[in-house]
């Protein structure tokens, strides 16, 4: 009855939509994160590699191909975090799990391919990086918590940045557009 002070399901109504609008916002920027190219270059690198004549469509299609399966499974794996708001303990591990089994998939097969020499420090530092995020994704799906598991969030997001510059590179020196999200 209006006047009445809610009872406690509409608090914890309340308090879910609250969360989940927060998670939600949190989940899209990372997701973003992952699926966008950056604008700086990794430290040390140039900020931009010009196309080389040996940077053939075979090496750039070679290219495309493991950077949208791997960010097709990402965007799956990051939707579930969306959904279960990083509350839900299980399904989250299961999706970083995963996100982290796909990274070093993706690692694997870009160190398979034979970039032109310009790239290939590049690639070889993506690599490093990526496999770092996905060792913090890991740790992220050990959580015991769903507190411990939210102090990821910004780490997770943090570590994409670097990995995000050396994409950048890499597509533009293929010759490559930057991907379709920033």
């Not at 070889?124 to 959580?143: F, K, P, V, W, Y």
Request: aromatic share 4%; glycine share 6%.
């Amino acid at each position: 009855m209006p006047g009445e002070p809610p009872n406690n399901e509409s608090n914890r109504s309340s308090e879910r939509a609250r969360r989940a609008a927060g998670g939600t916002a949190v989940a899209v920027a990372l997701l973003a994160t992952l699926l966008a190219a950056c604008t700086h270059a990794p430290a040390g690198s140039p900020a931009r590699i010009t196309p080389t004549p040996n940077a053939s469509a075979a090496v750039a299609a070679q290219y495309l191909l493991i950077a949208r399966e791997g960010n097709r499974r990402l965007e799956i794996d990051f939707d579930g975090l969306e959904e279960s708001d990083w509350g839900d303990l299980a399904e989250a591990k299961v999706a970083l799990r995963d996100a982290a089994a796909t990274e070093r998939l993706f690692d694997r097969r870009l160190m398979a391919i034979t970039f032109p020499p310009a790239l290939g420090p590049v690639a070889r530092e993506l690599d490093a990086i990526n496999q770092s995020r996905a060792s913090l994704t890991m740790r992220a799906a050990g959580s015991t918590s769903v507190r411990e598991l939210r102090r990821y969030e910004s780490k997770l997001e943090a570590a994409n940045e670097p990995v995000e510059r050396a994409v950048r590179i890499i597509r533009s020196g293929l010759g490559l557009p930057p991907p379709e999200t920033s």
